[in-house]
């Protein structure tokens, strides 16, 4: 998962939250922000990055769960992803859905949708929440098992999606490309958008657990693939050309964290540490015991760090396009703000897409 999985798309674009972000000031915590209730899952992912030995060890109870959401609430936070894992194996799910309703939260659910059952869609149907994103991880039966490591789940998956959408409830998709699907990609975008009549939208960079185990990245298409997928688009060209013709008129940039981590988003994890975001733990802040006076001077201090002096990132031409972060770098080179091979091999296939356009125009 990278950012474009994070909670910053869900707010959208509206009259309403544009007026909002403006009336935001810079020392408040971000408007927008994420919970994750559990780390534990009915389903086993091939490219899970939360699946790992004492990955949901010491998680919170439901008490110390509300406790945290009555923190972000008097914070001011509105928009609160529920994610996991997946949010439905927790038996206090409704409780604790209620609870975030309740102090006002505008909520999102995350999950794979295969614990849905009758009763679960018409709870939400009396509770709705603002959105539910499902995300897909194969269009035919062999294959959504088969990277899912569960031989029912793809049944239970298509019966959960069945119940959300007969009520009519707000249900997003979004996949994940893996060399175990990608050959089903074109299928499960055109099930979603020409069947079910519905928005998607699709990561094409699988990062190592956050333990920093790589097997996962197994499960990485190629970087040609990755740029024929994502940025294969005049808009897309347009914009890379504009962000290098940017980055080559700015001077060197030190900045550790160049994206909004701790400022857009936060992230507070099944323990109840927070984090500036989903993919960046290794500086956890305990909020169980903290206060956000404390978090917003924690992030401070994370956002005054500076990158490595060595790396090839500070002067990149490609560096205001690239998907290389604090966070990524860390868990696949074990040193924030490195350069990663995979990245740069990316951002080369971008610059042949965007010669390519240019010559055919
Ligand atoms: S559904 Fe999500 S949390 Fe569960 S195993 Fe798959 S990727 Fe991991
Ligand atoms: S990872 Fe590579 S392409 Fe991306 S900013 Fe760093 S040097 Fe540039």
Redesign the pocket.
């Known amino acids: 998962m990278s950012c474009p999985d994070c909670i910053t798309h869900q707010i959208g674009s509206s009259a309403f939250a544009d007026a909002l972000d403006a009336s935001h000031r810079p020392e408040d915590l971000p408007l927008a922000g994420s919970i994750e209730l559990t780390l534990n899952?009915n389903?086993?992912?091939r490219?899970?990055y939360?699946?790992y030995p004492g990955a949901a060890d010491n998680e919170m109870d439901t008490a110390q769960v509300k406790r945290i959401l009555d923190k972000l609430a008097d914070a001011g936070v509105l928009f609160l992803l529920m994610t996991?894992?997946?949010v439905l194996v927790r038996p206090d799910f409704r409780e604790l859905y209620l609870y975030a309703k309740q102090k006002g939260f505008l909520v999102t659910i995350y999950t794979?949708a295969t614990l849905v059952d009758e009763a679960m869609a018409d709870f939400l149907v009396e509770h709705p929440p603002r959105r539910i994103e499902i995300?897909i991880y194969g269009h035919s039966e062999e294959t959504y098992n088969y990277v899912?490591h569960k031989p029912f789940a793809f049944d239970r998956f298509r019966e959960g999606i069945r119940l959300l959408m007969e009520r009519d409830l707000p249900v997003f998709f979004k996949t994940m490309v893996l060399k175990s699907n990608r050959h089903e990609f074109e299928a499960i975008k055109s099930w979603v958008e020409d069947e079910l009549k519905k928005p998607f939208r699709y990561d094409a960079i699988v990062n190592p657990r956050l333990n920093g185990d790589q097997d996962v990245l197994e499960e990485r298409i190629t970087p040609e693939e990755v740029a024929r997928l994502q940025y294969d688009t005049d808009d897309e060209s347009a914009r890379f050309d504009r962000l290098r013709t940017l980055a080559d008129q700015a001077p060197e940039d030190p900045r550790l964290f160049k994206c909004g981590a701790g400022i857009k988003t936060f992230h507070v994890d099944p323990r109840g540490m927070m984090h500036p975001c989903m993919m960046w733990r290794h500086t956890p802040y305990n909020l169980l015991t903290g206060t956000i006076d404390g978090w917003k001077d924690h992030v401070r201090n994370l956002r005054s760090m500076e990158s490595p002096e060595d790396t090839a990132c500070r002067s990149c031409s490609n560096r205001m396009a690239c998907g290389n972060c604090a966070a990524t770098s860390f868990l696949e080179a074990g040193e924030a703000g490195r350069n990663l091979d995979y990245y740069c091999a990316i951002n080369k296939e971008r610059e042949k897409l965007m010669d390519f356009r240019m010559f055919a125009v």
């Open positions: 899952c389903l086993r992912c490219h899970c939360i699946r996991g894992g997946d794979n995300t899912t």
